[in-house]
């Protein structure tokens, strides 16, 4: 069965680029609605986490202005997502927050030949070996194959 080709976006400048059409910000209600839902499925793993499991209807006006913004059709092919509460969380919760986010647009995908749903930033002790998110070598332009990223 043939497939459409996917949309492509047209070339553009930092300058061409109204923020108003990739700054999207999360309602009070809808960090409200979050922190119930870190709440609630501390430590749950990540694997069986699913915005579905929780009353989150307040993210939905910021998660369709992200989908716009994501669409070269209507934005600019990326978005971000303000007034999240990272710096008052911790790493375990602002974790969770982002797979709840993310998983309302689609299911997730491993990162890593380990199965790693998650690919850390760090500097690694043995980075000589591992992935060039693991250390602070140089890392070559390459593509994500898949429709969506976060960071």
């Keep these: 069965m043939d497939r459409p080709p996917p949309p492509v976006a047209p070339a553009w400048a ?27 499925s501390a430590g749950q793993p990540l694997a069986g986490l699913h915005p579905d499991g929780h009353q989150l209807a307040a993210l939905a006006p910021a998660l369709r202005d ?17 007034r999240l509460p990272v710096r008052e969380l911790g790493e375990e919760d602002v974790l ?20 790693d749903f998650v690919g850390h930033v760090r500097q690694s002790p043995d980075a000589s070996a591992l992935r060039g998110y693991t250390s602070a070598a140089p890392l070559g332009f390459h593509a994500d194959l898949t429709p969506l990223a976060a960071l």
């Design 96 to 115: 969770r927050m982002v797979w709840l986010i993310g998983s309302a647009f689609g299911t997730p995908l491993t990162q890593s030949r380990k199965g």
């Design 14 to 40: 930092a300058s061409d680029l109204d923020p108003a059409t990739w700054s999207c910000d999360l309602a009070a209600g809808a960090l409200d609605q979050l922190r119930v839902a870190l709440e609630r």
């Design 66 to 82: 992200v989908e716009r913004a994501l669409d070269p059709r209507t934005g600019p092919g990326f978005a971000v997502l303000g």
